[in-house]
């Protein structure tokens, strides 16, 4: 695709609101919102930013949950040529106060119920959504910046599972190159209509956001309400989710769900629980695995999965439009096929770096070596090409998240995973590196399953299929595996179970 067609996400929203006025944009229980409507309160609160002084590089908070004023404060944002700070309303005080201290946002938008969650020690302007979407609004003027495509989308809050969070600084061109992508490859001219239903500080949940309204469908804002109730959803048609959030669905009867399309990411899939999704959903439905950390947009690598799939993980794919992918060894050499390496991505996702956190951006976003001008991004993930060209997740180089080294042998968590997932009634397998009293390493399994599983049995079967080092010392059935509000394994909560 030619970058030189790419345009500000903003003018393409308004597009769709010029053929489609009456159409509904959001649909919350009997409320609609329509392309007209939207459009509408979009151009009121972006001359409100305006008129308070914002414009290009302004960044403005947005302390919401998932709920219809969350994408009209978005497309608002946006049509002020703004960046936005997302704040969901499920983080901490101390985490929302972080990213506000962070990004000194100009103004915050929030809603009437959310605005204890904003600091009193915030002097910025405040302003309550849900009030102004109460209020009539007559000869609205139109509002539409001429962004640059360089300048700043949206600013990501982004840490793994502990630490402050740090702002994954997304740019414009990222954001439309993305999008225009995903429009084409998974909605091929249908309208999509999404669930927002996932953390609006995950950039997973962007897709759900955008997808719907630059292809003239419908956001169903579904705050409160699980990822099941979200599959039910009768005018639903998407579902953009984790690897987590998939396997509470395989053991669901959805054969009767409406929705035909399951977009997985966020973290690594595995081939059984995206096969026994399938089967759940009566065989119709398609779903894709897509690969790509917050510091490239969203999205960079693609899978359809296939039922047949012969690895333990489903493949993460190839390259989206305008995206390069490198594996590389320790001395920045690409490595030979078939050979593992680091995944390293450049092209138009990938972000400005790091806000305020300058030696953090020259750590992990560095000119790019093969196109000069360029610069790609060190994702700390592993990988190698297969033989019919698509690249296999290899897990995380080891970190305390991730594995550890026992006698001088480097554990892979994931493959430990694939291998209790293969005994019968196991449905779900999580490894999680501990440490003892005496502070030595060691591993535990911790499992879910619908029947009963004979631990001696699952022990004896692992020690056939592993090394003895890497034998989980620990093997417990838990009733469920802890989630991040991001959908995600919180694996610091498994490391604090006491075994």
């Not at 993305?178 to 500080?201: D, H, Q, R, V």
């Not at 060691?442 to 890497?470: G, P």
């Not at 838990?478 to 989630?483: E, G, H, M, V, Y």
Request: glycine share 8%; with cysteine.
């Amino acid at each position: 695709m030619n970058t030189a067609f790419l345009k500000p996400i903003h003018k393409i929203i308004e597009e769709k609101s010029a053929k489609q006025r009456e159409k509904a944009a959001i649909k919350v229980e009997n409320q609609i919102i329509t392309y007209d409507k939207l459009n509408n309160y979009a151009n009121y609160i972006a001359e409100m930013l305006i008129k308070a002084g914002c414009g290009i590089d302004s960044i403005v908070g947005i302390v919401m949950g998932r709920t219809k004023e969350l994408p009209i404060a978005i497309y608002a944002v946006h049509k002020a040529g703004c960046t936005y700070a997302p704040m969901d309303s499920g983080c901490s005080r101390e985490t929302i106060e972080a990213i506000i201290e962070d990004t000194k946002a100009h103004i915050i938008l929030t809603t009437k119920h959310l605005r204890h969650l904003i600091p009193y020690s915030y002097t910025g302007m405040v302003i309550e959504l849900d009030e102004i979407l109460e209020s009539s609004m007559h000869n609205v003027k139109e509002i539409s910046a001429d962004t640059p495509m360089d300048t700043i989308a949206y600013i990501m809050p982004t840490s793994g599972s502990t630490g402050r969070p740090k702002g994954v600084m997304v740019k414009n061109i990222g954001l439309s190159n993305y999008l225009y992508w995903a429009a084409e490859y998974y909605c091929m001219g249908e309208k999509a209509n999404f669930p927002i239903y996932s953390s609006i500080s995950f950039d997973l949940t962007i897709t759900s956001i955008y997808l719907p309204l630059i292809t003239g469908g419908t956001i169903y804002p579904m705050h409160e309400k699980t990822v099941i109730e979200a599959a039910n959803h009768q005018e639903v048609n998407f579902l953009k989710l984790t690897p987590a959030h998939l396997s509470i669905l395989k053991n669901l009867d959805c054969s009767n769900s409406k929705v035909k399309k399951i977009i997985v990411g966020g973290e690594g899939l595995k081939t059984q629980i995206a096969l026994k999704a399938y089967e759940r959903f009566g065989r119709d439905i398609m779903i894709y695995n897509e690969y790509g950390p917050t510091e490239t947009t969203v999205g960079s690598m693609i899978k359809k999965f296939c039922p047949e799939e012969k690895y333990p993980s489903v493949s993460i794919g190839k390259a989206i439009n305008n995206t390069a992918i490198y594996l590389l060894d320790n001395n920045m050499k690409l490595v030979s096929r078939g050979s593992i390496g680091e995944i390293f991505i450049s092209g138009d996702g990938v972000a400005k770096g790091y806000l305020n956190r300058n030696e953090e951006t020259e750590e992990c976003f560095l000119p790019n070596p093969f196109i000069t001008g360029q610069y790609m991004y060190r994702t700390g993930d592993l990988g190698r090409v297969l033989q019919n060209g698509d690249l296999e997740y290899m897990g995380r180089i080891q970190t305390p998240e991730t594995g550890l080294v026992i006698d001088g042998i480097d554990i892979r968590v994931d493959y430990i995973e694939n291998t209790a997932l293969s005994y019968s009634g196991i449905e779900e397998a999580v490894i999680v590196a501990k440490r003892n009293d005496e502070n030595k390493p060691y591993l535990a399994l911790y499992y879910l399953s619908q029947t009963q599983v004979v631990e001696d049995a699952l022990r004896i079967f692992l020690e056939t299929k592993l090394q003895k080092t890497i034998i989980p010392n620990v093997i417990k059935r838990l009733d469920s595996i802890p989630l991040n509000y991001n959908g995600k394994v919180f694996r610091p909560s498994l490391r604090a179970i006491k075994d």
